[in-house]
Nanobody, 129 residues
Framework: QVQGLVESGGGSVQPGGSLGLFCTVSGYTSDIIYMGWFRQAPGSEREGVAS????????FYADSAKGRFTLSRDNTEGSMYLQMSSLKPEDTATYYCAATTRRFVGILYALQPDMYTLWGQGTQVTVSS
């Protein structure tokens, strides 16, 4: 049984800069089907950024993340990493790591926050000059 998710690596950066976010998973991870990164800016709904299927390794990116963000996972440690480059002020948000044991069609639902059942506490990313 998955016990918890912990994010790290957030911070402040100037526009055009880069940041990396880490997510570590504690507990039994074999039941996890999808893991993902989501973000929420003040006054906005939580939105999907990138996710990965642990079944076949398929990755899914939001249009806003394509070409700038890269998601990777360490299968042996159960951790997940999001490399963010060419950051923009609109990327400013609290970023959350999430996981789910639900099975669904990834291309349809992998970036939908409602499909995820386990969440970290979040880490702040601020992009500002």
């Amino acid at each position: 049984q998955v016990q918890g998710l912990v994010e790290s690596g957030g911070g402040s950066v100037q526009p055009g800069g880069s940041l990396g976010l880490f997510c570590t998973v504690s507990g039994y991870t074999s039941d996890i089907i999808y893991m993902g990164w989501f973000r929420q800016a003040p006054g906005s709904e939580r939105e999907g950024v990138a996710s990965i299927s642990l079944f076949n390794g398929a990755k899914f990116y939001a249009d806003s993340a394509k070409g700038r963000f890269t998601l990777s996972r360490d299968n042996t440690e159960g951790s997940m990493y999001l490399q963010m480059s060419s950051l923009k002020p609109e990327d400013t948000a609290t970023y959350y790591c999430a996981a789910t044991t639900r099975r669904f069609v990834g291309i349809l639902y992998a970036l939908q926050p409602d499909m995820y059942t386990l969440w970290g506490q979040g880490t702040q990313v601020t992009v500002s000059s």
